[in-house]
Nanobody, 115 residues
Framework: QVQLVESGGASVPAGRSLSLSCAVS???????????MSWYRRTPDKERELVAD???????GYPDSVKVRFTISRDSVKDTLYLQMDNLKPGDSAIYLC??????WGQGTQVTVFP
């Protein structure tokens, strides 16, 4: 039922920053009503991995690989999920996908980080 559309991916040198967006089409304010919104990433040689979680109460979670460098947030008015990525590394290169409640997925946006 819900549609998720990611944007903001690009090719950047290591050390730069990017901000990804995920537009959620489920009605105004609905992004604050779901249990969990998340960002995942995947590469051809690796399984999809969770990189950021945002729980309904506002709590966030990150794996050690991106902790401090990545920040997940949401805008209730725009019904948009964000992923701020700082100090990007080549290992961050992947397709980044938005997810709602572990069930609904966006198409993904490509991030490429070169040395």
């Amino acid at each position: 039922q819900v549609q998720l559309v990611e944007s903001g991916g690009a090719s950047v040198p290591a050390g730069r920053s990017l901000s990804l967006s995920c537009a959620v089409s489920q009605g105004p304010g609905s992004i604050d009503k779901v249990i969990r919104m998340s960002w995942y990433r995947r590469t051809p040689d690796k399984e999809r991995e969770l990189v950021a979680d945002l729980v309904i109460g506002g709590s966030t979670g990150y794996p050690d690989s991106v902790k401090v460098r990545f920040t997940i947030s949401r805008d209730s008015v725009k019904d948009t999920l964000y992923l701020q990525m700082d100090n990007l590394k080549p290992g961050d290169s992947a397709i980044y996908l938005c997810n709602q409640k572990g069930a609904f997925w966006g198409q993904g946006t490509q991030v490429t980080v070169f040395p």
